[in-house]
């Protein structure tokens, strides 16, 4: 099954949402910023790698939150959601159309990515700290 990735990047309490680009097949939706792995990259490598070609900002990637896997006619993966630290840099928009700071309570009233809004809930089950 297929690895993609997924920041958890938290900031006051609240986490980073971005929203996917016009013309994208997902256009409009929010979801947590990552991306899927290359040939022999480890998630944290992979997720470094995203967040830099995204939104060309410098991260450190913490520990291992959870993980859900997503089935559809057109594809199957596992999204693997990792805590992220903000480093070094702006963040530019190359890959998004806009990002949003959101408290975890809130994120429902984004109109999400079928994966991410499950990742919310088993985010939630788990009781994140948003500190």
């Not at 559809?72 to 840099?89: D, G």
Request: some cysteine; overall charge negative.
């Amino acid at each position: 099954m297929q690895k993609v990735v997924a920041a958890v990047l938290m900031k006051e309490g609240r986490v980073l949402l971005a929203q996917r680009k016009k013309g994208d097949r997902f256009e409009g939706l929010w979801e947590f910023p990552g991306g899927k792995l290359e040939p022999g990259e480890t998630p944290e490598e992979g997720l470094e790698r995203e967040l830099s070609e995204e939104f060309g900002i410098e991260t450190r990637v913490g520990k291992f939150l959870c993980s859900v896997r997503h089935y559809s006619a057109s594809q199957s993966f596992e999204l693997l959601a990792y805590e992220v630290f903000h480093v070094a840099r702006g963040f530019n928009l190359y890959d998004h159309e806009d990002i949003s700071w959101v408290f975890l309570e809130e994120m429902e009233q984004y109109p999400l990515a079928e994966p991410d809004a499950a990742l919310i809930l088993k985010l939630k089950k788990l009781g994140l700290s948003m500190k």
